[in-house]
């Protein structure tokens, strides 16, 4: 007899149960591998993405299975408001999705109707087939499908701000998420992600999803930032990326690394020997 299984929690779940602000990080690699040393950092959450790296359903579900069984909710931040990828995407087992680029309740409402089936939304049917389903071994999925799958929508752009209020009053809609850079970029500030407009635009969104009784989250990776949002009533934010980690860690070491041996270069070019053909020592 097959295994019967249950589905993880849902981030939305992790939010409403769990006190205090969630602390994601970004996986951007593509790699399952580093997928999952970031799963066993103690972050609470991870942001898959597919929208600005190079990810793809087979990679995305590599990753979701190197992550699993790891104390941490993963999200997958979809390319793109599609109701095709949305469903692929959902098929493979993501049951946590982040859509980019929604900017009023109208696209708002067509995220929700792409994640539920019929008569509630336009998702296809395809359990027998899929991982979400576990192939039918989770018990009664279509009719639990709902209850296994969160939405948040990202707010981006001068528009979607303007429109937070319904965008948040959009019933299936969980959560909303800040993006700074590309909203910074809508209001003419591009690359500056803490400039006094951009920060207050943010912190508009904070407030209007407390009042809607909603989690909402933003990306912070300067701390200086970061903190203030959180204060500010961010109930979970990004605070690093894989790739950037890796980046800055690896030019540190480089630089730090490279200094000593400049400097005992530098050092040893001053001593020669009698033998060396006027090559220093160090050679």
């Given at each position: 007899?097959?295994?019967?299984?249950?589905?993880?929690?849902?981030?939305?779940?992790?939010?409403?149960?769990?006190?205090?602000?969630?602390?994601?990080?970004?996986v951007?690699?593509?790699?399952?591998?580093?997928?999952?040393?970031?799963?066993?950092?103690?972050?609470d959450?991870?942001?898959?993405?597919?929208?600005?790296?190079?990810?793809s359903?087979?990679?995305?579900?590599?990753?979701?299975?190197?992550?699993?069984?790891?104390?941490?909710?993963?999200?997958?931040?979809?390319?793109?408001?599609?109701?095709?990828?949305?469903?692929?995407?959902?098929?493979?087992?993501?049951q946590?999705?982040?859509?980019?680029?929604?900017?009023?309740?109208?696209?708002?409402?067509?995220?929700?109707?792409?994640?539920?089936?019929?008569?509630?939304?336009?998702?296809?049917?395809?359990?027998?087939?899929a991982?979400?389903?576990?192939?039918?071994?989770?018990?009664?999925?279509?009719?639990?499908?709902?209850?296994?799958?969160?939405?948040?929508?990202?707010i981006?752009?001068?528009?979607?701000?303007?429109n937070?209020?319904?965008?948040?009053?959009?019933?299936?809609?969980?959560?909303i998420?800040?993006?700074?850079?590309?909203?910074?970029?809508?209001?003419?500030?591009?690359?500056?992600?803490?400039h006094?407009?951009?920060?207050?635009?943010?912190?508009?969104?904070?407030a209007?999803?407390?009042?809607?009784?909603?989690?909402?989250?933003?990306?912070?990776?300067?701390?200086?930032?970061?903190?203030?949002?959180?204060?500010?009533?961010?109930?979970?934010?990004?605070?690093?990326?894989?790739?950037?980690?890796?980046?800055?860690?690896?030019?540190?070491?480089?630089?730090?690394?490279?200094?000593?041996?400049?400097?005992?270069?530098?050092?040893?070019?001053?001593?020669?020997?009698?033998?060396?053909?006027?090559?220093?020592?160090?050679?």
């Amino acid at each position: 007899m097959s295994f019967r299984l249950e589905p993880e929690r849902t981030f939305r779940d992790a939010l409403a149960q769990e006190p205090g602000a969630k602390i994601g990080l970004w996986v951007c690699s593509g790699s399952p591998l580093v997928a999952e040393i970031m799963a066993g950092s103690g972050a609470d959450w991870l942001l898959i993405d597919t929208e600005h790296s190079p990810n793809s359903l087979e990679s995305v579900l590599a990753q979701l299975q190197a992550v699993h069984g790891y104390p941490v909710v993963p999200v997958v931040r979809l390319p793109w408001n599609d109701v095709v990828l949305i469903k692929q995407y959902l098929d493979l087992g993501a049951q946590n999705l982040l859509i980019p680029m929604v900017n009023d309740a109208e696209q708002a409402r067509a995220a929700v109707a792409a994640v539920r089936y019929p008569p509630h939304g336009v998702r296809g049917v395809g359990s027998a087939l899929a991982r979400a389903a576990r192939w039918n071994r989770i018990p009664d999925y279509l009719a639990r499908a709902n209850q296994t799958i969160s939405l948040t929508v990202q707010i981006e752009t001068t528009e979607a701000v303007a429109n937070v209020e319904e965008i948040l009053a959009v019933d299936g809609v969980d959560a909303i998420f800040v993006g700074p850079s590309d909203l910074a970029a809508s209001m003419g500030h591009l690359g500056e992600q803490e400039h006094p407009e951009v920060i207050s635009a943010v912190e508009r969104c904070l407030a209007a999803a407390r009042t809607a009784g909603k989690p909402a989250g933003v990306n912070a990776f300067v701390e200086a930032t970061a903190r203030p949002y959180l204060d500010a009533g961010a109930r979970f934010v990004l605070v690093g990326a894989d790739v950037a980690i890796l980046a800055r860690s690896s030019e540190q070491l480089a630089e730090r690394f490279g200094t000593v041996t400049a400097r005992r270069t530098a050092d040893d070019g001053g001593r020669r020997t009698a033998d060396d053909g006027g090559r220093p020592a160090s050679y």
